[in-house]
Each structure stands twice: as structure tokens, then as C-alpha cells.
């Protein structure tokens, strides 16, 4: 099972950009979709988007369309968000997430995840 430990978070103010950083360890990195989520307390764990083995399609919720993009380096074993024009609403704790191939928006369908990393969009 693969290992997952993100980096990246941190507090930005509205409109401010972040990237977040996944580095997997322990399993075949390029066998995995690979995905981020998101969540606050209280609430469950929200899709934010998902990159298949090859990088070649990308996932996005209605609500980071545009302004998020995910990628992967197969090479380097890592899985990248890169966001942009944040809003306090992005605030959350996110979480990187490993599945076998065919997963989709749910997270019970992803096998290993990350400790998570938290962002605060401040307003």
C-alpha cells in the first residue's frame, strides 16, 4: 500500500495562490489514480479533483473548476494542486488520496490517504 504525506498548506488571503505537494512512497506510484480532497469540521470529507495514471484527464468539482488544476510527475512520484484565486470557502483541511484505477468523487472508494495539510484563505 502506498504511503502519502502532503505538504504546501499554509494561510493565504483571498484571491492569493497555493500549491499543495503529494509525495507517494512504498507502492507503484503510476498504477494509482491519484486524487485531493478536502474537509472541514463537522462536515465529510469533499471530492476536489482527481488525475488518472497517465495525467492525461483530469476531475474537478463544479466549485474549483478553473481555478484549480491537478497534475502528477510519475516520474518524481508526486501529485500536485495548484490553486488559484482562492476564496475563504477553499478553506479546509486537504487531503491526497491513492485508488485503484476507475475510482471517482467518493472517498470510500480510495484505498491509502495522506495525514492532510491545512489552508486558510483568509478574507
Known amino acids: 500500500q502506498v504511503q502519502l504525506v502532503e505538504s504546501g498548506g499554509g494561510l493565504v488571503q483571498a484571491g492569493g495562490s497555493l500549491r499543495l505537494s503529494c509525495a507517494a512512497s512504498?507502492?507503484?506510484?503510476?498504477?494509482?489514480?491519484m486524487g485531493w480532497f478536502r474537509q472541514i469540521p463537522g462536515k465529510e470529507r469533499e471530492f476536489v479533483a482527481r488525475?488518472?495514471?497517465?495525467?492525461?484527464?483530469?476531475y474537478y468539482a463544479d466549485s474549483v473548476k478553473g481555478r484549480f488544476a491537478i497534475s502528477r510527475d510519475n516520474a518524481k512520484n508526486t501529485v500536485l494542486l495548484q490553486m488559484n484565486s482562492l476564496k475563504p470557502e477553499d478553506t479546509a483541511v486537504y487531503y491526497c488520496?491513492?485508488?485503484?484505477?476507475?475510482?471517482?468523487?467518493?472517498?470510500?472508494?480510495?484505498?491509502?490517504w495522506g495525514q492532510g495539510t491545512q489552508v486558510t484563505v483568509s478574507s
Open positions: 488525475v488518472t495514471i497517465s495525467g492525461g484527464w483530469t
Open positions: 512504498g507502492g507503484t506510484f503510476s498504477s494509482y489514480t
Open positions: 488520496a491513492s485508488g485503484r484505477t476507475g475510482v471517482g468523487r467518493t472517498a470510500s472508494e480510495y484505498d491509502s
